[in-house]
């Protein structure tokens, strides 16, 4: 089963739009991290926020926050007055207790925004 | 602070050739991971040192291999190349073992590896 599901391949979104962007995950750990990552052409990946499963408030980084919903297991990542540089992919991962350290990626979605 | 370099930056071998990908990680930072991006995909898990050990490896088969050394750097080695193995070679890393729930892994730009 897909640890990481991201059903949005491409999104296109006007500049100084909001955007969200979708992940869900499945893990049986109570304990647990969930990261985005956004992955110019340049092919680095830039981290961008993080929420743990036991953090009760949504996470918030700049123009970047995520609607966490444990219950769902949903880790959207909405980003607040989109900008051309935004256009990226962008991959949603996550690290579990028993997971050995490391970050399982879901599939990405590819962001271009429009001016 | 200098983040995680890779080198080289774009590596073209034959098939059938040996390729050898170097990571130097963030100083202070332990743990390095090797990611497998191939075109149009998400990043696969390819192998995890910690303290100059294995600690795991993902479902690639025996010919991608590696090490890391004292100072933490590590090398993935891909034998017997095949065309299948031209992708974005990604490394991370990380503090480490231990406190590790909040830590992001840093992740180097890559080393492109063609195949032909």
Known sequence: AQKITQTQPGMFVQEKEAVTLDCTYDTSDQSYGLFWYKQPSSGEMIFLIYQGSYDEQNATEGRYSLNFQKARKSANLVISASQLGDSAMYFCAMREVFGNEKLTFGTGTRLTIIP | ?116
């Not at chain 2, 390729?19 to 090797?34: D, E, F, K, N, Q």
């Not at chain 2, 050990?53 to 004292?70: A, D």
């Not at chain 2, 480490?96 to 492109?112: D, H, I, L, S």
Request: proline share 5%.
């Open chain 2, 1 to 116: 602070e200098a983040g995680v370099t890779q080198s080289p930056t774009h590596l073209i071998k034959t098939r059938g050739q040996q390729a050898t990908l170097r990571c130097s990680p963030i100083s202070g930072h332990t743990s390095v991971y090797w990611y497998q991006q191939a075109l149009g995909l998400g990043l696969q898990f390819l192998l995890w040192y910690d303290e100059g050990e294995e600690r795991n490896r993902g479902n690639f088969p025996p010919r991608f291999s590696g090490r890391q050394f004292p100072n933490y750097s590590s090398e993935l080695n891909v034998n017997a190349l095949e065309l299948e193995d031209s992708a974005l070679y990604l490394c991370a890393s990380s503090p480490g073992t231990g406190g590790w729930m909040n830590t992001e892994a840093f992740f180097g730009q890559g080393t492109r590896l063609t195949v032909v």
